[in-house]
């Protein structure tokens, strides 16, 4: 059973940082691919970035691009999303999600429906 756990998100001033987790079942950690995706209120859920274990590889939403970055800490089946330069558009909920998809793995898959399992979320806001 494929488990995903975030945590990390609360009330952060404007341009200050934070890093949420998120810990992953073991078999999810070390097959899937695993992402990070974001919802605002009224939004539709979007692609933040991605990691996979089989292939190390990183990918970014091109907005996001040097102000979030992935890492991992793979004793702990945990991925984390360190987010600097905070800006009130960044006020939203934060998903981890695994994909089973080799593709994802290698391509970075984009799609909220490319993964089929998702944490409960965890939520940041970013204000004055």
């Known amino acids: 059973q494929v488990q995903l756990v975030e945590s990390g998100g609360g009330f952060v001033g404007i341009g200050g940082r934070v890093r949420l987790s998120c810990v992953a079942s073991?078999?999810?950690?070390?097959?899937?691919?695993l992402a990070w995706f974001r919802q605002a209120p009224g939004k539709e859920r979007e692609f933040v970035a991605s990691?996979?274990?089989?292939?190390?590889?990183?990918f970014y939403a091109d907005s996001l691009k040097g102000r979030f970055t992935t890492s991992t800490w793979n004793e702990k089946y945990t991925m984390y999303l360190q987010m600097n330069s905070l800006r009130p558009d960044d006020t939203a909920v934060y998903y981890c999600?695994?994909?089973?998809?080799?593709?994802?793995?290698?391509?970075?898959?984009?799609?909220?429906?490319?993964?089929?399992?998702w944490g409960q979320g965890t939520q940041v806001t970013v204000g004055s």
């Open positions: 990691w996979s274990y089989p292939t190390a590889k990183k």
């Open positions: 073991e078999g999810a950690f070390s097959e899937f691919a």
């Open positions: 999600a695994a994909s089973s998809h080799y593709h994802c793995t290698g391509y970075g898959c984009r799609d909220v429906d490319d993964y089929e399992h």
